[in-house]
């Protein structure tokens, strides 16, 4: 995925330490595993993850979705959020699955996807909430971290047109965010919400509305 490298970024460092430290400090609640696994799936306004505690081969689930986390909040959720807007460039996305490991005896390791890790029950169905996202919770995802058509992958198209729902899309010319006739600046964390958007006069601009209509139809 083109997204901008975290690897060199202190946030990362210092966030997976500070998880290390709940984890196997004195407190922690890992003590005898030899490591921490936690998935996170952020879709719009919802995030939902689980996790394992890893033993030898053995792994334990640390559950799915809701209820409290080992983890601080403002230590995995706050810091992962902070992540991803770090990740995202203008016109190519960020993020959609972060797969964090923690370790008691060396530094940790972030790992990002642009793709879903959902996983199923025992008996092959989804887990209550965890079956994959629609079009209306990737349409969030995009007005919020907006990539241009042609950055958009072939399944998200997929979804899209399943559902006949044309995606919020990046424009480069004038680094913004086009949807629904609506035209809101992007910066390099993703939209800014705080500006007021401005009205789009389709019949001015038929290029990028020609390229979205050609995703969606074909032609």
Not at 20 to 33: C, L, Q, T, V
Not at 54 to 69: A, C, F, I, P, Y
Request: hydrophobic fraction near 35%; glycine fraction near 10%.
């Amino acid at each position: 995925m083109r997204i901008n490298d975290l690897s060199s970024v202190a946030t990362v460092s210092d966030g997976l330490h500070r998880l290390s430290d709940e984890a196997y400090g004195p407190e922690g609640f890992a003590h005898g595993s030899d490591e921490v696994i936690h998935v996170l799936i952020h879709r719009g306004s919802r995030t939902m993850g689980y996790g394992y505690l890893v033993e030898g081969d053995r792994r334990t689930s640390r559950g799915l979705k809701g209820g409290k986390d080992e983890f601080s909040r403002e230590a995995l959720h706050n810091w992962l959020d902070e992540c991803r807007d770090l990740a995202y460039c203008p016109g190519l996305g960020t993020w959609t699955t972060a797969e964090v490991h923690v370790f008691p005896d060396k530094p940790g390791r972030l790992d990002v996807f642009e793709e879903e890790h959902l996983r199923k029950m025992e008996n092959g169905r989804w887990y209550p909430g965890a079956h994959p996202a629609d079009a209306a919770t990737w349409v969030k995802q995009l007005l919020r971290y907006p990539r241009t058509v042609d950055n958009i992958p072939p399944w998200m198209w997929d979804i899209f047109r399943a559902e006949d729902v044309t995606p919020p899309i990046y424009n480069p010319e004038f680094n913004s965010v086009d949807w629904k006739n609506r035209r809101r600046p992007v910066t390099d964390r993703g939209t800014d919400f705080t500006v007021e958007p401005t009205v789009i006069d389709s019949s001015l601009e038929p290029g990028v509305f020609a390229k979205i209509g050609k995703k969606l139809f074909g032609g």
